[in-house]
């Protein structure tokens, strides 16, 4: 079975510093990848998608993320945070196959920005 | 704009009472999904459906039921017999072709057990 481990529950950094927010998966065999961002009392939405191909993949609003199937990770990076960036983040795992392909998701580390 | 549309954001239930819970696409998608969310546990799935009239348990349904009588809609109802419904729902669809893998989500909707 699929499962991730998101290692930190919480991280505090001040606005401007960079970011790296840490995910490892176990999954038998190539893994779609994903983050996801949620602000308090809403919904998730999606930053970036690794499916195949180039291993740094790029997101919304700076993020990106780098896929190292030799470390089973799949961390997400900012060089330069900003005080709206301050949420919950989840990094989440699918089967490619055929079959339920929900999403596996990780417990989510919440990203407090200091000024 | 398509999306997902949940209703209500906030529900409160006395201990005995069955809720239901609403969710409404927009996207065509063929796939939705519900998930539970608890502090610090991540999204748990509890029910997900690929197709009209067919829907599968997912890793947490008891106390749960579904139904997928329309295409747009994939209402929950939490039971009685769910021991802890206290927690936030999330609905999700997953369309096809280049967004297959990818679900999108709606807003969320709240429950509280009084």
């Known amino acids: 079975a699929q499962s991730v481990t998101q290692p930190d529950i919480h991280i505090t950094v001040s606005e401007g510093a960079s970011l790296e927010l840490r995910c490892n998966y176990s999954y038998g065999a190539t893994p779609y990848l994903f983050w996801y961002v949620q602000s308090p009392g809403q919904g998730l939405q999606l930053l970036l998608k690794y499916f195949s191909g180039d291993t740094l993949v790029q997101g919304i609003k700076g993020f990106e993320a780098e896929f190292k199937r030799s470390q089973s990770s799949f961390n997400l990076r900012k060089p330069s945070v900003h005080w709206s960036d301050a949420a919950e983040y989840f990094c989440a795992v699918g089967a490619g196959d055929t079959g339920r392909r929900a999403l596996t998701f990780g417990s989510g580390t919440r990203l407090q920005v200091q000024p | ?114």
């Not at chain 2, 996207?27 to 502090?39: C, F, G, K, T, V």
């Open chain 2, 1 to 114: 704009d398509g999306g997902i549309t949940q209703s209500p954001k906030y529900l409160f239930r006395k201990e005995g009472q069955n809720v239901t819970l609403s969710c409404e696409q927009n996207l065509n998608h063929d796939a939705m999904y519900w998930y539970r969310q608890d502090p610090g546990q991540g999204l748990r799935l509890i029910y997900y459906s690929q197709i009209v009239n067919d829907f599968q348990k997912g890793d947490i349904a008891e106390g749960y039921s579904v139904s997928r009588e329309k295409k747009e809609s994939f209402p929950l109802t939490v039971t009685s017999a769910q021991k802890n419904p206290t927690a936030f729902y999330l609905c999700a669809s997953r369309g096809k072709g280049t967004g297959a893998n990818v679900l999108t989500f709606g807003a969320g909707s709240r429950l509280t057990v009084l």
